[in-house]
């Protein structure tokens, strides 16, 4: 044989061996995928289930609680209409975004979840007081008539707020201190609702029986719905690690949550833990004591260390609770990354969305949240819309937050978060905190219509494209050494107090209160209030109307004192509408692209004003997501707009 002849064998035989193992892979790529789509199942869960069914479509579980127990990577488990009393504990999560285990209502059916049970035999006292009798074991091993709202940076107002709460046909009821105030109810005239302030509960509970109070006004209770929440929360995994969940399409309400404070376990009505990648999407979320959806820490690293210990200031603990989580596996690959989506959420008095450091690396889109914090029994640090610690490289976009004591607040460690395109009104508070951040972060094609729109204590962000027609107030924070990180990191970089400046306001429309008299005042219109910054700030391309002021050395703006453009903001059902006029100035006015080279370096972390996957970032679209150019790019969040009346479908 000759050489050549035996080369050519083997390099023919190579090929062949090749050839097999690819087809090897090949088969078992095939046969991996096939088991995958074979393995995932649908399970069904239904109000006439039983125990004892399979889960299928014709032999559903009575209980999601059934359904959590098989479920695995993969899996659907479809919820049909009725309401489910029961606190569901995840036991497993997904694997991944493709391999998730989904929770969803099913298509064009109601699902509600509850916190609550129904609550009947109530017997008259006199005049419109009831009285109910419990049985301590309808509560299990909580009893929310036990237990009262605490923890760090809480402020109970002078008495006890139990974590229960009482419900007359979904409607909540106002908790008193004393039965005396239940037979005779003032009505709140500081409030919005002020009617029904005067439907109120009292209790009483022992080791055996808990017995309530209420006043039903002229209703007879015992021929209408009435419910008291019996569970501290209703979706919340006990153990942290329970990954890529989806929970769809659910109307959850009536859980005693509470008080979510940065330095304790986070634990609203849907609470991911300390986890990552879920997608809470579609839902109704109503009437918890505290907290609607929590993205935040667990309780290992530190729950309320500040009330356990007043010898430090609270910032030091929650430095401290910080690098505790860093030890805790804080990190991209671990935590955060979750989207919350398309939620309508009201009737909280803590928040609609809270979270310490598992908002990092998360999407909040879409949700109209309102009516937060609106019974004001009790207050604290920790009230608003959204309020989040530590939402690194954070997008909060499209979200109608309105009626709460602030709209959304942002507090330590904003980095590399963008805030664009959100509607803020009615909020009597601010519509955006920003406390004792570094930056970079970014506030772009924003509507801000509540009196008092941005108050800042922080320093390096972003303010373009907005329209201001409330009060713009800075302050600097020499007293608080506050984290950055490294960007796109939680790694933390350093500690800083907050000098004031360093902030950038380009293409902005201000809109003053047309009041020339007050020259004094705290809270002004327009950027005055960053004349006496301590860092430089850069500033140009706004334009000032009806009062509003410009920054004193800002070298590229139109102001027009003189001219009101009648700002008005209509609700219509479901939709709002935006209403208003633009002077000449305005179309002749314009203004130049944003792009992460024009935008620099936040000076503290050094760090850009770029996209969370690092690639340069270019402000290129408006409010409705129309492009922008540099031939038509204007100053505000609308491209396009034509001269007269303008009339904006904003929602």
């Not at 050489?3 to 087809?23: D, F």
């Not at 569901?88 to 929770?103: F, T, V």
């Not at 609609?352 to 207050?379: D, L, P, V």
């Not at 007050?518 to 391309?541: A, C, M, Q, T, W």
Request: hydrophobic share 35%; with cysteine.
């Amino acid at each position: 044989m000759t050489i050549k002849l035996l080369n050519s064998i083997l390099v023919t035989m190579t090929k062949n061996i090749i050839y097999m193992k690819k087809l090897n892979l090949h088969l078992l790529i095939f046969v991996a995928l096939a088991t995958t789509v074979t393995s995932a199942k649908e399970y069904h869960v239904s109000i006439n289930g039983k125990g004892s069914n399979d889960g299928s479509a014709s032999s559903p579980f009575k209980t999601i609680s059934a359904a959590v127990k098989v479920a695995f990577p993969g899996d659907v488990i479809t919820v049909h209409a009725g309401t489910y009393r029961e606190w569901i504990n995840p036991l497993r999560g997904g694997e991944s975004n493709e391999k998730r285990i989904i929770y969803r209502a099913a298509p064009g059916e109601k699902v509600k979840i509850k916190g609550s049970e129904i609550i009947t035999g109530w017997k008259k006292v006199k005049e419109n007081v009831w009285k109910v009798t419990i049985d301590n074991s309808l509560f299990g091993d909580y009893n929310p008539y036990q237990d009262s709202i605490y923890g760090d940076w809480f402020s109970n107002q002078g008495r006890i707020h139990h974590t229960g709460e009482v419900f007359l046909n979904g409607k909540s009821f106002y908790e008193k201190e004393t039965i005396e105030k239940v037979f005779r109810p003032i009505p709140d005239s500081k409030i919005k609702d002020t009617e029904g302030s005067t439907y109120t509960w009292y209790c009483e509970s022992d080791a055996k029986i808990t017995t309530i109070w209420a006043n039903f006004q002229k209703v007879n209770p015992n021929n209408e719905l009435v419910e008291i929440s019996a569970r501290r929360t209703c979706i919340y995994p006990e153990k942290p690690g329970i990954n890529y969940i989806t929970i769809s399409g659910f109307h959850i309400s009536q859980a005693a949550t509470q008080w979510a404070p940065p330095t304790a376990e986070q634990v609203g009505m849907i609470a991911t833990h300390w986890n990552k990648g879920w997608i809470i999407e579609n839902n109704v979320i109503s009437n918890s004591k505290c907290s609607g959806i929590t993205l935040g820490k667990d309780r290992s690293t530190g729950h309320n260390v500040w009330s356990a210990d007043k010898s430090i200031d609270g910032s030091i603990h929650y430095i401290e609770v910080t690098f505790r989580t860093l030890r805790n596996d804080w990190n991209k690959d671990n935590i955060g990354s979750h989207i919350v989506r398309n939620n309508r959420i009201f009737n909280c008095e803590q928040t609609g969305i809270c979270g310490s450091m598992g908002a990092a690396f998360s999407t909040i889109e879409n949700n109209h949240i309102y009516n937060i914090w609106t019974k004001r029994q009790f207050t604290g640090a920790e009230i608003g819309g959204i309020k989040f610690h530590a939402a690194i490289d954070a997008i909060i976009k499209g979200n109608r937050i309105h009626d709460c004591g602030r709209g959304l607040w942002l507090d330590w460690m904003t980095q590399g978060t963008r805030i664009s395109g959100n509607l803020f009104y009615n909020n009597d508070k601010e519509d955006l905190f920003l406390e004792v951040n570094h930056g970079p972060f970014i506030v772009d094609n924003n509507i801000l219509l509540s009196p008092s729109c941005i108050r800042t204590q922080s320093q390096g962000g972003a303010y373009v494209h907005n329209l201001i027609s409330g009060s713009v107030y800075m302050w600097g924070e020499s007293n608080r050494f506050t984290p950055y990180h490294l960007p796109h990191s939680t790694e933390v970089a350093g500690l800083s107090t907050i000098y004031s400046g360093d902030d950038r306001y380009y293409n902005n429309i201000f809109v003053g209160s047309g009041d020339k008299t007050d020259e004094n005042r705290k809270f002004k219109h327009g950027l005055e209030g960053y004349n006496k910054v301590k860092l430089p700030v850069f500033i140009s391309d706004n334009i000032y109307y009806n009062g509003a002021k410009s920054f004193k050395d800002e070298k590229r703006y139109s102001e027009s004192s003189a001219f009101n453009p009648e700002v008005k903001l209509v609700e219509k059902g479901d939709n709002v509408y935006l209403y208003l006029s633009l002077n000449q100035p305005f179309y002749n006015h314009k203004a130049e692209m944003i792009t992460t080279e024009r935008l620099g370096k936040a000076k503290i972390p050094n760090a850009l004003f770029d996209n969370p996957d690092g690639t340069s970032l270019k402000i290129d679209k408006d409010y409705f997501g129309d492009i922008r150019s540099d031939k038509n790019n204007v100053a505000g969040p609308f491209i396009n707009l034509k001269k007269g009346t303008i009339k904006l479908k904003v929602w």
